[in-house]
């Protein structure tokens, strides 16, 4: 177990990058604590498995540095980093028994049988697959297969790091999301630091005490599900997060005040004066329909079971509010009302508007 | 102009892979295919699309049987969970090949791809190949390939499942609308009962190469006929627990127990099976009539926006979804309020009485 | 009740056709061979199982059989490890790779004949490259058409030279097909290279190890002419394997009953040992 340091790392999988548009990662600087459950957040692209790669040792940083408790690994093979990796396709020692794959790990370093035993059983105990222990691995389903492969990356107890790459990917939603809660509650019994690399936000969201949110290999923000959710730090952040995503809406500032469509609309606080492009961020959470507001046209409604999202056109910008209850028909003009306290301006993506100090 | 299925069934060797299955499917809205993998949707779409043979009943098209019929006569399309392009072709070359196929005039598959490519947002692509494309716009190609095809059935084998969380939404969210006025049955299979309900239309419920529910979506998730759909149709997964009914109150054990109202009061006194939705549990009690109940927290889950927390009582273990944040530590005891207004009651055989 | 499409039978009729005429019809002719005597002008007296018996009790066919399971045991302990070790040390990805494919499938697309002719030149003593190098410049008395070692070694080397890329190319195949997620978890897992090779390689390459075995024994115990082309059989009948023993009684002596007897039973065996090859090497897969 290890507090691990990214410090100024770039990487570019070209020979000799030019500009930043080269570059796969741009500066990463991050401080991971000993013993947290971490997620690498973003679309396809964005970085978050290049800089993972580069954690296992799988992929050498063209600059920066890694340290694990202080130490400097950057220079150090996979196999001497004392980390585990479970990879997004499940990966199997097919000849060998359930029972072998994952006492494999511990044997290729010298741990004595009775210890191997010990540990297998513990983990096979907390993954509910004792019964399987004897059987050929080859023969499992995908989602045993991709258990026995976590178990592998858990069955060491002196890993610096676990990490999990897409892992849920061939599984089936509905068993998604018992492994999901599986391995949240492993991360709570076991407490070793866990990385878990997704696109899927919900996944990055429940599993993780902290979320990196990633975009063109830059970090975007930082922070705990709640502080991305409620106060995304750029508008990507907004829109990669929740579902349907944040509602942007273009904005003009005058002053302290932003107005929308030539309307005003209450922000949550203040905002520091300055040029460029002013955007409103609300999410659909937050936007009710009321009596008197915004004025907008419903263009479609889905019901999704426990709630609908209607979507309505208020000029020619889209804004998605979540109902409870009773809904509008299409077509009908209806009026948002967007709650002030999580009304937020963003200028030139970034947020602009500052909690609780009054305009 | 529908797509009818008649006591189907298909059998590979000695396994069944569709029982007796009898549909109509009908154009203007989607027909979801929802169900677990190896439910039996794939099978039910190469079914359907004449890609395997069935082993009994009879399928028309448009009142025409099309039972034994080959693919290539049926007029279909099928776009499939992997990207299935041709790898030399152009994007526009590889939405004009079925016209090409066909024989179609010149100036008329012009016409056709780039409506197609419009509708789809691939008209700066159109001379790229495959591999120069994103993931999301090679499934759009694919899907470009559907539409200007001009099929009588387009079936959609789940056809975002390889996409970004992101781009699947984004995706999705365009479908309904792309197939809307096409007059083309449309047939959708997805293991997300979020998806069937984002898409809305109307859902088969599979399960075991079975439908066991079909009929308008929204519909069939607040009135599921077995407990089976009712699991099939839920994510996270539905409560369900023993209970016993005696005069006018259900009882759960562990001194939890309410008082029946509505149709549910006058069932017979005897054990049933109740199931409810995790969202129907709540930390917070907002209603006096909502039934305390304590467990033991074990796993919780905080999304940003929802907080799920798997709690033990006696041998069973519950799911409660809440919006909003709440913070749970686990191992404690504590109160959560189920509403009993929002209980399904099923039959020991499993079917819905209440 | 179903009607079953027997359409598929049309397609199967000109292969059905083609395998009849090539191999039943020449089979049944050997059968017919096998049990009777001719002198000629198509006169055949009965024999019966007389001349499957006098091959099984003869001292020649049993040293010819000797010989041939020497000779494919030989060759197999060689060019499957050997094969094995070349496309484990073969580049996986660049600019190497069409080169190594290339080099490997050149000795292969040589005629059999040529192989032999090629070999025969390259080993004389007085102008061969090999045959000149070794007797005149490393002086070592390298001679094969009068020293059966020598005979032997060549006969193998030049086998090993032709058909070791088969198993190269198939081996090669199987594992560029295993995802680099293996290699990473194994690195990860902290295992050795022969852990890798046992418990990832091999298990992936099994499939096409096997077919690549059953393919060299089936060529190797049927081997004519090559060694026919570079020995003759010999010297004296050190290098006579089966299949040139057999064309010497058919062809040669004409004694074609027994000729046609040692035939069936040669098939009989090759036959025989492939079904067992295939058997042991799949036997664990059902499991």
């Given at each position: 177990?290890?507090?691990?340091?990214?410090?100024?790392?770039?990487?570019?999988?070209?020979?000799?990058?030019?500009?930043?548009?080269?570059?796969?990662?741009?500066?990463?600087?991050?401080?991971?604590?000993?013993?947290?459950?971490?997620?690498?957040?973003?679309?396809?692209?964005?970085?978050?498995?290049?800089?993972?790669?580069?954690?296992?040792?799988?992929?050498?940083?063209?600059?920066?540095?890694?340290?694990?408790?202080?130490?400097?690994?950057?220079?150090?093979?996979?196999?001497?980093?004392?980390?585990?990796?479970?990879?997004?396709?499940?990966?199997?020692?097919?000849?060998?028994?359930?029972?072998?794959?994952?006492?494999?790990?511990?044997?290729?370093?010298?741990?004595?049988?009775?210890?191997?035993?010990?540990?297998?059983?513990?983990?096979?105990?907390?993954?509910?697959?004792?019964?399987?222990?004897?059987?050929?691995?080859?023969?499992?389903?995908?989602?045993?297969?991709?258990?026995?492969?976590?178990?592998?990356?858990?069955?060491?107890?002196?890993?610096?790091?676990?990490?999990?790459?897409?892992?849920?990917?061939?599984?089936?939603?509905?068993?998604?999301?018992?492994?999901?809660?599986?391995?949240?509650?492993?991360?709570?019994?076991?407490?070793?630091?866990?990385?878990?690399?997704?696109?899927?936000?919900?996944?990055?969201?429940?599993?993780?005490?902290?979320?990196?949110?990633?975009?063109?290999?830059?970090?975007?923000?930082?922070?705990?599900?709640?502080?991305?959710?409620?106060?995304?730090?750029?508008?990507?952040?907004?829109?990669?997060?929740?579902?349907?995503?944040?509602?942007?809406?273009?904005?003009?500032?005058?002053?302290?005040?932003?107005?929308?469509?030539?309307?005003?609309?209450?922000?949550?606080?203040?905002?520091?004066?300055?040029?460029?492009?002013?955007?409103?961020?609300?999410?659909?959470?937050?936007?009710?329909?009321?009596?008197?507001?915004?004025?907008?046209?419903?263009?479609?409604?889905?019901?999704?079971?426990?709630?609908?999202?209607?979507?309505?056109?208020?000029?020619?910008?889209?804004?998605?509010?979540?109902?409870?209850?009773?809904?509008?028909?299409?077509?009908?003009?209806?009026?948002?009302?967007?709650?002030?306290?999580?009304?937020?301006?963003?200028?030139?993506?970034?947020?602009?508007?500052?909690?609780?100090?009054?305009? | 102009m529908a797509l009818e299925l008649q006591a189907i069934t298909k059998r590979v060797?000695q396994v069944t892979h569709i029982k007796e299955t009898t549909l109509v499917l009908e154009p203007g809205r989607f027909n979801v295919l929802l169900g677990e993998?190896g439910s039996g949707k794939t099978s039910l779409i190469k079914a359907m699309a004449g890609l395997d043979r069935v082993a009994s009943g009879r399928i028309l098209m448009d009142g025409k049987d099309v039972t034994g019929m080959s693919p290539?006569k049926r007029n279909i399309?099928l776009?499939?969970?992997?990207?299935?392009?041709?790898?030399?072709?152009?994007?526009?070359?590889?939405?004009?090949?079925?016209?090409?196929?066909?024989?179609?005039?010149?100036?008329?598959?012009?016409?056709?791809?780039?409506?197609?490519?419009?509708?789809?947002?691939?008209?700066?692509?159109?001379?790229?190949?495959?591999?120069?494309?994103?993931?999301?716009?090679?499934?759009?190609?694919?899907?470009?390939?559907?539409?200007?095809?001009?099929s009588t059935a387009v079936f959609l084998d789940?056809?975002?499942?390889?996409?970004?969380?992101?781009?699947?939404?984004?995706?999705?969210?365009?479908?309904?609308?792309?197939?809307?006025?096409?007059g083309a049955v449309v047939v959708y299979a997805t293991s997300?009962p979020?998806?069937a309900?984002?898409l809305g239309g109307r859902t088969a419920l599979m399960q075991d190469g079975r439908v066991t529910q079909f009929g308008p979506t929204a519909e069939i998730f607040?009135n599921p006929n077995t407990l089976t759909s009712a699991k099939v149709f839920?994510?996270?997964?539905?409560?369900?627990?023993?209970?016993?009914?005696?005069?006018?109150?259900?009882?759960?054990?562990?001194?939890?127990?309410?008082?029946?109202?509505?149709?549910?009061?006058?069932?017979?006194?005897?054990?049933?099976?109740?199931?409810?939705?995790?969202?129907?549990?709540?930390?917070?009690?907002?209603?006096?009539?909502?039934?305390?109940?304590?467990?033991?927290?074990?796993?919780?889950?905080?999304?940003?926006?929802?907080?799920?927390?798997?709690?033990?009582?006696?041998?069973?273990?519950?799911?409660?979804?809440?919006?909003?944040?709440?913070?749970?530590?686990?191992?404690?005891?504590?109160?959560?309020?189920?509403?009993?207004?929002?209980?399904?009651?099923f039959?020991?055989d499993g079917a819905f009485?209440? | 009740m179903r009607k079953?499409?027997?359409?598929?039978?049309?397609?199967?009729?000109?292969?059905?056709?083609?395998?009849?005429?090539?191999?039943?019809?020449?089979?049944?002719?050997?059968?017919?061979?096998?049990?009777?005597?001719?002198?000629?002008?198509?006169?055949?007296?009965?024999?019966?199982?007389?001349?499957?018996?006098?091959?099984?009790?003869?001292?020649?066919?049993?040293?010819?059989?000797?010989?041939?399971?020497?000779?494919?045991?030989?060759?197999?302990?060689?060019?499957?490890?050997?094969?094995?070790?070349?496309?484990?040390?073969?580049?996986?990805?660049?600019?190497?790779?069409?080169?190594?494919?290339?080099?490997?499938?050149?000795?292969?697309?040589?005629?059999?004949?040529?192989?032999?002719?090629?070999?025969?030149?390259?080993?004389?003593?007085?102008?061969?490259?090999?045959?000149?190098?070794?007797?005149?410049?490393?002086?070592?008395?390298?001679?094969?058409?009068?020293?059966?070692?020598?005979?032997?070694?060549?006969?193998?080397?030049?086998?090993?030279?032709?058909?070791?890329?088969?198993?190269?190319?198939?081996?090669?195949?199987?594992?560029?097909?295993?995802?680099?997620?293996?290699?990473?978890?194994?690195?990860?897992?902290?295992?050795?290279?022969?852990?890798?090779?046992?418990?990832?390689?091999?298990?992936?390459?099994?499939?096409?190890?096997?077919?690549?075995?059953?393919?060299?024994?089936?060529?190797?115990?049927?081997?004519?002419?090559?060694?026919?082309?570079?020995?003759?059989?010999?010297?004296?009948?050190?290098?006579?394997?089966?299949?040139?023993?057999?064309?010497?009684?058919?062809?040669?002596?004409?004694?074609?009953?027994?000729?046609?007897?040692?035939?069936?039973?040669?098939?009989?065996?090759?036959?025989?040992?492939?079904?067992?090859?295939?058997?042991?090497?799949?036997?664990?897969?059902?499991?």
């Open positions: 177990m290890a507090k691990i340091t990214l410090d100024k790392l770039r990487h570019s999988y070209m020979g000799n990058p030019k500009g930043p548009e080269d570059y796969a990662l741009k500066e990463i600087n991050l401080d991971w604590q000993d013993g947290g459950a971490y997620a690498l957040l973003g679309p396809s692209g964005c970085g978050k498995s290049t800089l993972l790669n580069i954690i296992s040792g799988l992929l050498q940083p063209s600059e920066g540095r890694i340290l694990f408790d202080g130490e400097d690994v950057t220079g150090l093979p996979p196999d001497r980093r004392n980390i585990a990796q479970v990879f997004q396709f499940p990966v199997i020692y097919d000849t060998m028994t359930v029972y072998d794959n994952l006492a494999f790990p511990l044997r290729n370093r010298g741990v004595d049988e009775a210890r191997v035993a010990s540990r297998v059983a513990e983990i096979a105990a907390m993954l509910e697959v004792t019964e399987m222990l004897k059987t050929r691995a080859s023969n499992l389903s995908p989602d045993n297969k991709q258990k026995i492969s976590m178990g592998r990356g858990l069955v060491r107890d002196d890993v610096n790091v676990v990490m999990f790459d897409e892992p849920l990917t061939v599984i089936d939603p509905h068993l998604k999301w018992k492994l999901r809660s599986k391995l949240k509650e492993l991360h709570q019994r076991v407490k070793v630091t866990m990385i878990y690399v997704t696109h899927d936000q919900t996944e990055a969201l429940t599993f993780a005490d902290q979320v990196v949110v990633m975009q063109d290999g830059e970090i975007v923000q930082i922070g705990t599900p709640v502080e991305l959710f409620e106060r995304p730090a750029h508008t990507f952040v907004g829109h990669f997060i929740g579902s349907p995503g944040m509602n942007v809406l273009p904005a003009e500032l005058k002053g302290e005040t932003a107005f929308f469509n030539g309307a005003a609309v209450t922000l949550e606080g203040g905002v520091a004066p300055g040029a460029g492009r002013h955007e409103i961020g609300i999410r659909p959470e937050f936007v009710t329909l009321a009596a008197t507001g915004l004025p907008a046209t419903v263009r479609k409604v889905s019901d999704l079971g426990r709630h609908s999202v209607v979507e309505a056109i208020a000029g020619d910008t889209r804004i998605s509010a979540i109902v409870e209850g009773a809904v509008p028909g299409q077509g009908e003009t209806v009026h948002l009302a967007f709650r002030p306290d999580q009304t937020r301006l963003y200028r030139d993506g970034w947020i602009a508007s500052e909690k609780g100090r009054a305009a | 060797g993998t290539q399309s776009v499939h969970q992997f990207f299935v392009n041709y790898p030399h072709m152009t994007v526009f070359d590889n939405i004009a090949s079925p016209l090409r196929v066909a024989g179609l005039a010149k100036s008329e598959i012009q016409g056709r791809v780039e409506a197609a490519a419009d509708v789809l947002q691939l008209r700066p692509m159109l001379h790229r190949r495959p591999h120069e494309l994103s993931g999301g716009q090679q499934q759009r190609t694919a899907l470009a390939r559907a539409i200007a095809k001009e789940e056809p975002l499942a390889n996409l970004d969380y992101k781009l699947r939404e984004e995706l999705r969210d365009q479908l309904p609308d792309l197939f809307a006025g096409r997300e979020a998806e309900l984002m607040r839920s994510d996270p997964p539905i409560n369900s627990a023993p209970v016993t009914k005696k005069g006018d109150r259900m009882e759960l054990g562990h001194g939890v127990g309410w008082a029946l109202t509505g149709a549910a009061a006058g069932l017979k006194d005897g054990a049933y099976t109740v199931a409810i939705r995790p969202n129907y549990i709540s930390p917070v009690r907002t209603d006096r009539a909502h039934v305390p109940m304590t467990g033991t927290v074990q796993i919780t889950e905080l999304s940003g926006s929802e907080s799920t927390a798997h709690f033990r009582m006696g041998a069973e273990t519950w799911v409660s979804l809440a919006p909003g944040v709440h913070p749970y530590r686990v191992g404690e005891d504590r109160e959560f309020f189920m509403d009993p207004a929002q209980c399904f009651y039959a020991p009485v209440a | 079953v499409n027997q359409k598929g039978w049309f397609f199967v009729l000109p292969v059905l056709i083609l395998v009849a005429f090539n191999a039943l019809v020449p089979m049944m002719t050997v059968v017919n061979y096998s049990v009777q005597e001719t002198f000629g002008d198509n006169v055949f007296f009965w024999q019966g199982l007389d001349w499957f018996q006098q091959i099984l009790r003869s001292e020649r066919f049993h040293a010819a059989l000797g010989r041939q399971f020497l000779f494919t045991a030989m060759i197999l302990a060689i060019e499957v490890p050997l094969g094995v070790i070349i496309a484990l040390s073969m580049p996986r990805k660049g600019f190497w790779v069409p080169v190594c494919l290339v080099t490997m499938a050149l000795p292969m697309l040589i005629p059999w004949n040529v192989v032999g002719a090629m070999w025969n030149i390259f080993t004389l003593p007085d102008i061969g490259l090999l045959g000149y190098l070794m007797n005149h410049t490393l002086g070592i008395d390298y001679n094969m058409t009068q020293d059966p070692v020598a005979a032997w070694i060549t006969v193998i080397v030049m086998d090993v030279w032709h058909w070791t890329s088969l198993v190269v190319l198939l081996c090669y195949a199987g594992l560029v097909s295993i995802p680099d997620a293996y290699y990473q978890a194994a690195k990860i897992d902290g295992a050795s290279n022969w852990s890798v090779f046992r418990y990832i390689q091999l298990p992936k390459m099994k499939q096409v190890l096997t077919i690549a075995v059953l393919l060299r024994f089936m060529d190797s115990f049927n081997i004519y002419t090559e060694p026919f082309v570079l020995t003759g059989g010999g010297p004296g009948n050190s290098t006579t394997l089966l299949s040139i023993d057999l064309v010497k009684i058919a062809l040669g002596q004409f004694d074609l009953g027994p000729a046609a007897a040692m035939s069936l039973i040669y098939f009989a065996i090759t036959l025989f040992v492939s079904w067992l090859f295939y058997t042991l090497m799949t036997r664990n897969d059902a499991k």
